[in-house]
């Protein structure tokens, strides 16, 4: 049996996407010893400061990886939109002649689903679709208003055509349901989520029990510095109001790092340090030396419905977190995990007064982190989407 998987990112690039793909094509070799599978995918390039050598072709046992090379981008929309243009025209030619017996597709972007489809209609083979963001709920944020508007219909049409190709679709975020169930009423959905990697398993086990009452204390946010997280917009006046009592570390890279920076700069900022991507064994000692992690998303109503995978890696950790979120994912942080507390997103002035109600502890969240594993949560996926041949 053949399968395919298509995705962006696959290890050893840094992001959720590569995470989830990578631990998926392993799940399904272990649910099933006669697969074999194709990853089609990129060469590391989620972030242009990070860059991970990775082979242009490798084989894991029965997982085949061929990574294609995209041109040169800097996070910007135009070119992420010339980089997937270069890559599905590359899988367009790796696939023909071949023969598939399924066909997956895990897309943060539309147009991986788009792409899947068009493949799984090529190869008359079935398509499984896992969706881990709402393209169309955002576009309208994303670009200039007049843009967004005239855009919108266009992809809300590429939507419907891939996921009516699709025989099962997932759902990351039980968020996405009223979106996708509403619009969709005669399809199937499942909702296995994002989920803890091997690298953060035993990292509560070296977890330090006792409260920390000295000043400044030391903030992290690891992640993407993008509009979607809209750093700019809070950090440069919650650092100002909290100076001398924290001390912020940004890690990451993103289309708004450079406008972050020019707002520290203009508001005089002191206490923050930003700090290039880095590899999952670097990264996990900065959230050894960390009293508190930090998450944040942009105030726009799309995000009403995510649940952001970075909430599991920060929850894994047993530290405080500290996380201006709204919607589905703050109500999943206040039901599921012990010593976190939500904000409005941009709300400085709420954000100060939910940091005054965490304790700035270590708490082990052994339940959460078995619930939650990777591991399973892939292997139930694998077993849904071999379900279908």
């Not at 047993?318 to 012990?338: H, M, Q, R, T, Y």
Request: include cysteine.
């Amino acid at each position: 049996m053949r399968l395919l998987l298509l995705t962006l990112f696959f290890e050893p690039d840094l992001c959720p996407g590569s995470f989830r793909a990578t631990a998926l094509a392993k799940a399904l070799c272990e649910v099933d010893s006669s697969i074999e599978i194709d990853v089609l995918t990129t060469l590391p390039h989620r972030y242009s400061s990070y860059c991970a050598d990775a082979p242009l072709t490798e084989k894991w046992d029965r997982i085949n990886i061929h990574r294609i090379e995209l041109p040169a981008h800097k996070n910007r929309m135009f070119d992420q939109s010339i980089s997937f243009w270069s890559f599905s025209r590359q899988v367009r030619t790796f696939i023909k002649g071949k023969h598939y017996d399924l066909i997956f597709a895990t897309s943060s972007r539309l147009m991986t689903s788009v792409l899947g489809a068009w493949v799984a209609s090529r190869s008359k083979a079935p398509l499984y679709l896992d969706i881990r963001d709402i393209f169309v709920d955002t576009i309208k944020d994303v670009l200039p208003k007049y843009s967004g508007f005239l855009a919108k219909p266009f992809f809300a049409s590429l939507e419907s055509w891939s996921i009516k190709r699709a025989r099962k679709v997932n759902l990351v975020s039980k968020g996405f349901a009223s979106y996708f169930e509403d619009r969709y009423p005669m399809h199937k959905f499942s909702y296995f989520t994002n989920g803890i990697d091997d690298d953060f398993l035993n990292f509560q086990s070296q977890a330090k029990q006792e409260t920390n009452s000295n000043l400044p204390i030391r903030i992290v946010y690891a992640g993407n510095i993008g509009e979607g997280q809209g750093l700019h917009l809070i950090l440069p006046q919650l650092s100002k109001r909290l100076e001398g009592r924290v001390n912020f570390v940004v890690i990451g890279d993103g289309s708004r790092k450079k406008l972050l920076k020019e707002h520290l700069k203009s508001i005089g900022a002191s206490n923050v340090q930003l700090m290039a991507p880095m590899s999952r064994e670097l990264l996990l000692e900065e959230y050894k030396k960390a009293d508190v992690l930090f998450l944040h998303l942009n105030k726009y109503a799309a995000f009403e419905k995510v649940l952001p995978s970075k909430i599991f890696e920060y929850a894994a950790t047993g530290k405080p977190i500290w996380a201006g979120i709204p919607g589905f994912s703050a109500k999943f942080v206040l039901s599921e995990i012990n010593n976190a507390v939500v904000f409005p997103p941009c709300d400085e002035i709420a954000a100060e007064i939910a940091l005054d109600s965490l304790i700035i502890q270590d708490s082990p969240r052994v339940d959460f982190v078995e619930k939650f594993s990777r591991i399973n949560i892939c292997k139930e996926l694998a077993k849904d989407i071999l379900s279908l041949i």
